[in-house]
Every structure is written in structure tokens, then in C-alpha cells.
């Protein structure tokens, strides 16, 4: 006879009763509720990282640039600083002017866009703000050139430093 004899379960009958699935699935809920927190952060942080080696990149190409402008390899007019004149250029290339067959300096191969812009839409030399040669040291602005570029958010990081100010 199979189920159950005077409210005593018999031996081939295993199972979990209500009590003990609430249980489990409580702890389950709580694993989960510190979990989510935690992968915010760590999507959070890979961002940044990736904030990190975009401007390392960028910066690295304008001083490539701007060594070029200096060696002779790009020719500068003389009242202009050196630098690129947009971002653009350090990924479509400069004219070698040591060369006599026009090849190209290239300093990037591909732009990339600042992650931390939520920004959907604009071409990745939009989604940066740049400064100019020119530009007085307190002030971030443009100009005919490109000495430096930051990320248009101005959300605070992790490190508790805006990302505009990295």
C-alpha cells in the first residue's frame, strides 16, 4: 500500500516538504541580493579600465603625433603648435614628408569611443571632449588642435574622481 499509514510516511516515499523548499529558496534570494551589487561593480570597473587604456591610447598617438610634427616627418606651418588638428587624423593618417612616394603615418587604427558616454548615436571622435594647444590650463576647451582629451562624463568613478577629470 503505497502513501500514508496513521500519518507516517512509508519507505519508498522521499521527498521535501514546503518548510524545507522555503528555506532554500530564501537562501537562494539572499545569495542573489549580495550578488547583483557585487556585478555592478564589476561591470562598473571593467569600464573604467577600458576609460583607461582608451586615454592611454589617445594620448599616447597625439605625442606620437606631435614627435613627428617635431622630427620633420609632418609638415606644420609655423604658427601652429604641432599637434593634430582633430582625432580623426590620427587614425586616417599624416603624409610622410621624408618620403618621396606621399606615404601615410599612421597613430591609431581605430578610434575608439569613450565607453563611459551614453552617448548612442555620435561617431566615437564625438563621443570625446577635446583641448586645444592654445587653451588656458583651468579651462578644457578646443580649438584648431588636439593637446589632450577627456571622457564627457562627469559621473564620479570608483576612485571618487569624475571621469572627466581622468
Do not use: H
Amino acid at each position: 500500500m503505497l502513501g500514508r499509514i496513521g500519518g507516517r510516511r512509508q519507505r519508498g516515499m522521499r521527498g521535501f516538504t514546503l518548510v524545507e523548499m522555503l528555506v532554500v529558496l530564501t537562501l537562494l534570494a539572499l545569495l542573489a541580493s549580495v550578488a547583483m551589487p557585487l556585478n555592478d561593480l564589476v561591470k562598473r570597473r571593467a569600464k573604467e579600465t577600458e576609460l583607461k587604456q582608451a586615454l592611454t591610447s589617445i594620448r599616447g598617438a597625439i605625442d606620437a603625433y606631435r614627435a613627428a610634427t617635431a622630427d620633420g616627418q609632418i609638415e606644420v606651418a609655423v604658427n601652429k603648435s604641432g599637434y593634430p588638428p582633430d582625432l580623426r587624423v590620427l587614425v586616417e593618417g599624416a603624409t610622410d614628408q621624408r618620403e618621396a612616394d606621399g606615404k601615410k603615418i599612421y597613430f591609431l587604427r581605430k578610434l575608439p569611443a569613450d565607453p563611459m558616454c551614453d552617448c548612442p548615436g555620435k561617431s566615437a571622435e564625438e563621443t570625446w571632449q577635446t583641448r586645444s594647444y592654445a587653451s588656458s590650463p583651468d579651462s578644457f576647451s578646443s580649438g584648431d588642435d588636439v593637446y589632450d582629451v577627456r571622457s564627457s562624463n562627469k559621473k564620479e568613478g570608483i576612485n571618487g574622481i569624475p571621469y572627466n577629470e581622468w
